[in-house]
């Protein structure tokens, strides 16, 4: 994802900017490092307690991390972390639509 989005102009070359994309796309596979093999999920005995268990404990703190740090530069900008689209908005809308929309239905 790095490489496409740097070879397509979404990888910031400020140091700031960088630093804030890399942090959402770091909230963000932090998450989704819960449904890698052989963990989480795909380790679960009772796969809808896993599901629940989850939405109800993992994905809010999730959540309340991105918007913590997202939310001042999108009402800024429109963007997740710098004033275009960046690796962050590309990892935030891949993020929501499989994972909080699409939990595994």
């Known amino acids: 994802m790095r490489y496409i989005c740097q070879r397509h102009g979404m ?9 804030k994309a890399e942090r959402i796309v770091e909230i963000v596979t932090t998450d989704c ?24 404990e993992v994905l809010p703190v999730a959540l309340n991390m991105l918007e913590k ?7 800024k900008s429109g963007f997740a972390a710098t004033g275009s689209m960046s ?7 891949t993020y929501i639509h499989t994972i909080v929309l699409n939990p595994f239905r």
């Open 11 to 19: 990888y910031p070359d400020n140091p700031m900017d960088k630093y």
């Open 33 to 56: 490092a819960f449904y890698k093999a052989p963990s989480g999920f795909w380790a679960a005995e009772d796969k809808d307690a896993w599901c629940i268990e989850r939405n109800e």
């Open 87 to 93: 690796i962050a908005d590309v990892a935030l809308l």
């Open 69 to 75: 740090n997202c939310s001042e530069n999108i009402k």
